[in-house]
């Protein structure tokens, strides 16, 4: 009784919002594409294939977001992280070279972190400059040519593998979302960032250490990023200072459409995979439409407009 | 018994400062303060603003370290390094602005950083400290709908009542309350003096700074008045009234 009573007090707008606005666009499309295949499971796999690093790099944001930071850069990691993974594979092992594409998300993420935990510098400025930067590194880093990842395991693990008949992207989905959830809800860590961005004085006098939990999110956040580079490289089976380049409108939209707040202190990792999948629907239904890319940003610009309405009416009140 | 500097039960106060010294820079903020409290005892401090009150709760909490000066705890001398320390060692501050996060529910505010988890995972025990919470605030009979409301739909009121079950839940030995019915209506102001007074029973100090006298004549056992951070006096509330204070707040008529 009281557990369905909370539960029913948990789905306040936000949420639901995501979940109405979900199902509605599904059934819009289903409906009206129907013919187009829209509803084949092919059609359907796919689009859980194109959001996969989409939907890592928002669970990345969803904790940066809740603790009242913000990370502009994950863009640029991506090219980075998955840059750097592609020219340590042609001369060492796989394993060097993810190890390389996540380290450098890490490393990225971190001196986000230590800018704004330690110098206490704005994380939207710190990151404007730090996407710049690395966008920048991308493109010298191996003079704007791609990189071929011709590693089979690689490719498999990250990209067009199978488990149990299962494609890894969708496995990677799967585990970063359920990871992401437990320790967004469950932990003291998700706690501490929680609080840290609802009020970090409040935080900070409870004994939450909040410049550890600043660094955290944003080094989070990188090595997200990071991972999402390697599912791109992985995919494409190529590395290119152009990978991540478009992400970061799409998964800012799918984190705000998903029902975390953009200044702190509340957030879901359901809410973000949800967002994240609504985008990639949104693209590939509005491509089996006959629309142009053009029209896929304004379609795409308005839906962001609608739910940082939606997102800040709700805060305000 | 060591600690017993100047006191007029037998046991040790459970808070002793004796010659407290605080200067920021060449600014004096504190000078030469010194004050017992007991358990089971209300002590008000009183004074201007700017007189140093708190500077002298963030002392005693352990934001500021003194100049000079010592801080004995149950007789033992103590050193805070920060507000954690202070807090560990079952000192606890009711802030003047609460100190809540908002967007979170009242059970995850009263176990803020200290939550309960369980295991094997070590994962956050939401159950336990929903029914703990619970509890707690019945017992204070403070009225919310349920630990699980949200701290930002709660009135003023309940929100203050939620930071001093807080407080007295953590708390071992000494409560600070800073302004703590400074935003309240009349009723609600009532509704927290009741839950102050209970805090007696507890056996907890409890140091209070008030900018009401009729609220401090209510609730405290004494009186201590700082003016420009040095202390005038302390006054039993039974054996002083209105009028002494005052002037010992603002020093007109020269009685102090």
């Given at each position: 009784?009281?557990?369905?009573?909370?539960?029913?007090?948990?789905?306040?707008?936000?949420?639901?919002?995501?979940?109405?606005?979900?199902?509605?666009?599904?059934?819009?499309?289903?409906?009206?594409?129907?013919?187009?295949?829209?509803?084949?499971s092919r059609n359907l796999t796919n689009i859980v294939l194109q959001t996969a690093p989409a939907t890592i790099m928002a669970?990345?944001?969803?904790?940066?977001?809740?603790?009242?930071?913000?990370?502009?850069?994950f863009g640029s990691v991506v090219a980075v992280s998955a840059l750097s993974a592609a020219v340590v594979m042609q001369s060492f092992p796989m394993v060097v070279g993810i190890l390389a594409g996540l380290g450098a998300g890490a490393?990225i993420?971190?001196?986000?972190?230590?800018?704004?935990?330690?110098?206490?510098?704005?994380?939207?400025?710190?990151?404007?400059?730090?996407?710049?930067?690395f966008a920048?590194i991308a493109r010298s880093m191996t003079d704007l040519r791609s990189i071929p990842v011709l590693n089979d395991t690689f490719t498999g693990i990250f990209g067009s593998g199978k488990l149990f008949s299962i494609p890894s992207l969708v496995l990677w989905t799967i585990f970063a979302?359920?990871?992401?959830?437990?320790?967004?809800?469950?932990?003291?860590?998700?706690?501490?960032?929680?609080?840290?961005?609802?009020?970090?004085?409040?935080?900070?006098?409870?004994?939450?250490?909040?410049?550890?939990?600043?660094?955290?999110?944003?080094?989070?956040?990188g090595t997200m990023a990071g991972l999402a580079g390697l599912l791109y490289a992985g995919r494409l089976q190529a590395a290119k200072y152009t990978l991540g380049e478009s992400d970061l409108?799409t998964v800012?939209?799918?984190?705000?459409?998903?029902?975390?707040?953009?200044?702190?202190?509340?957030?879901?990792?359901?809410?973000?995979?949800?967002?994240s999948l609504?985008m990639g629907?949104?693209n590939n239904?509005?491509i089996?439409?006959?629309?142009?890319v053009?029209?896929?940003?304004?379609?795409?610009?308005?839906?962001?407009?609608?739910?940082?309405?939606?997102?800040?009416?709700?805060?305000?009140? | 018994?060591?600690?017993?500097?100047?006191?007029?039960?037998?046991?040790?106060?459970?808070?002793?400062?004796?010659?407290?010294?605080?200067?920021?820079?060449?600014?004096?903020?504190?000078?030469?303060?010194?004050?017992?409290?007991?358990?089971?005892?209300?002590?008000?401090?009183?004074?201007?603003?700017?007189?140093?009150?708190?500077?002298?709760?963030?002392?005693?909490?352990?934001?500021?370290?003194?100049?000079?000066?010592?801080?004995?705890?149950?007789?033992?001398?103590?050193?805070?390094?920060?507000?954690?320390?202070?807090?560990?060692?079952?000192?606890?501050?009711?802030?003047?602005?609460?100190?809540?996060?908002?967007?979170?529910?009242?059970?995850?505010?009263?176990?803020?950083?200290?939550?309960?988890?369980?295991?094997?995972?070590?994962?956050?025990?939401?159950?336990?400290?929903?029914?703990?919470?619970?509890?707690?605030?019945?017992?204070?009979?403070?009225?919310?709908?349920?630990?699980?409301?949200?701290?930002?739909?709660?009135?003023?009121?309940?929100?203050?009542?939620?930071?001093?079950?807080?407080?007295?839940?953590?708390?071992?030995?000494?409560?600070?309350?800073?302004?703590?019915?400074?935003?309240?209506?009349?009723?609600?102001?009532?509704?927290?003096?009741?839950?102050?007074?209970?805090?007696?029973?507890?056996?907890?100090?409890?140091?209070?700074?008030?900018?009401?006298?009729?609220?401090?004549?209510?609730?405290?056992?004494?009186?201590?008045?700082?003016?420009?951070?040095?202390?005038?006096?302390?006054?039993?509330?039974?054996?002083?009234?209105?009028?002494?204070?005052?002037?010992?707040?603002?020093?007109?008529?020269?009685?102090?």
């Amino acid at each position: 009784m009281t557990s369905s009573l909370s539960l029913l007090r948990r789905l306040d707008l936000q949420r639901s919002v995501i979940y109405v606005g979900f199902l509605a666009i599904f059934l819009f499309f289903a409906a009206t594409l129907y013919d187009d295949g829209f509803l084949t499971s092919r059609n359907l796999t796919n689009i859980v294939l194109q959001t996969a690093p989409a939907t890592i790099m928002a669970i990345g944001l969803v904790f940066a977001l809740s603790a009242g930071e913000i990370d502009l850069s994950f863009g640029s990691v991506v090219a980075v992280s998955a840059l750097s993974a592609a020219v340590v594979m042609q001369s060492f092992p796989m394993v060097v070279g993810i190890l390389a594409g996540l380290g450098a998300g890490a490393l990225i993420g971190a001196m986000n972190g230590i800018l704004v935990a330690y110098l206490r510098l704005p994380s939207f400025l710190v990151t404007l400059a730090t996407m710049g930067l690395f966008a920048g590194i991308a493109r010298s880093m191996t003079d704007l040519r791609s990189i071929p990842v011709l590693n089979d395991t690689f490719t498999g693990i990250f990209g067009s593998g199978k488990l149990f008949s299962i494609p890894s992207l969708v496995l990677w989905t799967i585990f970063a979302v359920a990871i992401g959830h437990i320790v967004y809800r469950s932990t003291r860590f998700g706690a501490h960032v929680l609080a840290t961005g609802d009020n970090a004085r409040a935080a900070q006098v409870s004994g939450i250490k909040v410049p550890r939990i600043r660094l955290g999110v944003l080094t989070l956040c990188g090595t997200m990023a990071g991972l999402a580079g390697l599912l791109y490289a992985g995919r494409l089976q190529a590395a290119k200072y152009t990978l991540g380049e478009s992400d970061l409108m799409t998964v800012i939209a799918a984190v705000i459409v998903g029902g975390t707040a953009l200044n702190g202190g509340k957030g879901s990792i359901i809410g973000a995979l949800l967002g994240s999948l609504l985008m990639g629907m949104l693209n590939n239904g509005l491509i089996l439409m006959g629309l142009d890319v053009s029209d896929q940003m304004i379609v795409r610009g308005l839906i962001i407009l609608i739910a940082v309405a939606v997102s800040l009416r709700d805060t305000s009140r | 018994m060591a600690g017993s500097i100047s006191s007029v039960s037998s046991p040790d106060p459970v808070l002793a400062l004796a010659n407290i010294h605080k200067a920021f820079g060449g600014i004096v903020a504190i000078e030469d303060f010194s004050l017992d409290l007991h358990a089971g005892e209300i002590v008000a401090l009183v004074g201007d603003n700017g007189a140093g009150k708190s500077t002298l709760v963030k002392i005693v909490s352990g934001v500021h370290r003194p100049t000079s000066g010592e801080i004995r705890l149950d007789g033992d001398p103590v050193s805070f390094s920060d507000a954690s320390s202070a807090r560990s060692l079952g000192i606890e501050v009711v802030y003047q602005d609460l100190a809540l996060a908002d967007q979170q529910p009242v059970y995850m505010n009263m176990f803020l950083g200290r939550e309960l988890i369980k295991p094997p995972f070590g994962l956050l025990d939401r159950k336990r400290m929903h029914r703990e919470c619970q509890q707690l605030v019945d017992e204070l009979d403070v009225r919310i709908p349920s630990a699980g409301s949200v701290i930002r739909d709660l009135s003023g009121g309940q929100r203050q009542g939620i930071a001093i079950a807080r407080a007295t839940h953590w708390a071992s030995k000494l409560v600070l309350l800073d302004e703590p019915t400074a935003a309240l209506g009349v009723a609600e102001t009532a509704k927290v003096e009741e839950q102050v007074a209970s805090l007696k029973e507890k056996n907890l100090a409890i140091l209070i700074i008030s900018h009401s006298l009729d609220q401090v004549f209510r609730l405290a056992d004494r009186i201590c008045v700082l003016r420009r951070g040095q202390q005038i006096g302390v006054r039993e509330t039974a054996k002083t009234d209105k009028n002494e204070i005052v002037s010992m707040i603002t020093g007109v008529s020269g009685k102090s």
